[in-house]
């Protein structure tokens, strides 16, 4: 893997607000490629190796705060390779000041992968150190079915207001769903796509604490 190869590479960073202590709770690593001189998100997120990904990790993560979280998405087929979750074991092994926090994403990509293979990982991931967190909940392949039984491992859930539409009432209905069952399992609840003074507004109808979104932060390069 060459230097000039890596640097193809970055990943970009939103923070994600505590509003109760007014502080970034820790920053969600978005992959960015360069492409004709400009950033851009990739078209195929398997396409890097998992140690390849791993050291483009190990370069972000080295240029945050100190004690910060790092969240890290896969898609539900990277989350299921043994490579990859090992490489960035090793990253969280190496860089114990950090927390790195692995987003199970709603992407899909086609593959068949059972909630047994998921459910082996979430285990183990979370016995190595790492924490996991439920990314677009109620969206893609993130339903309840596919994420009741990752419960027990998991210790976010984040609802994205890009997956509200014009139904209103019954998009309303979903997110305090999600929300409900987040504070039932004791778990954090990150309400994410905040733009508006609106999403602003609606967060502090709900009482939600930590916040994502372009009214906080847009994904930016940061090293």
Known sequence: MGAGELNKYRLFRQGCYDR??????????????????????????????PDFFAAIVTEAVAH??????????????????????????????????QQLIIELTERDNGAVIY???????????????????????????????CIKPLLPYASEM????????D????SYQRLVFWEHLAISEAKDFVLEGIETQEDLSLADTLGVNLRQGYYYDRPHRFY
Not at 28 to 48: I, K, T
Not at 75 to 85: A, G, K, T
Not at 167 to 170: K, R, T
């Open 20 to 49: 109760r202590r007014s502080v970034m709770d820790g920053y969600e690593l978005l992959l960015r490629e360069q492409v004709a001189g400009q950033w851009r998100v990739p078209l195929d997120f398997s396409m890097l190796a």
């Open 64 to 97: 945050l705060p100190i004690a910060a979280n790092a969240m890290i998405n896969l898609d539900h087929d990277q989350f299921i390779d043994h490579e990859m979750i090992q490489a960035l074991i090793a990253v969280q092994q190496r860089t114990p000041q």
């Open 115 to 145: 909630n047994t293979d998921l459910i082996d990982t979430a285990r183990y991931l979370t016995s190595q150190g790492l924490k996991l967190s439920l990314d677009d909940v109620g969206s893609g392949k993130n339903d309840i079915e």
């Open 158 to 165: 984040k609802f994205a207001l890009q997956n509200f539409d």
């Open 167 to 170: 139904s209103g009432e019954d």
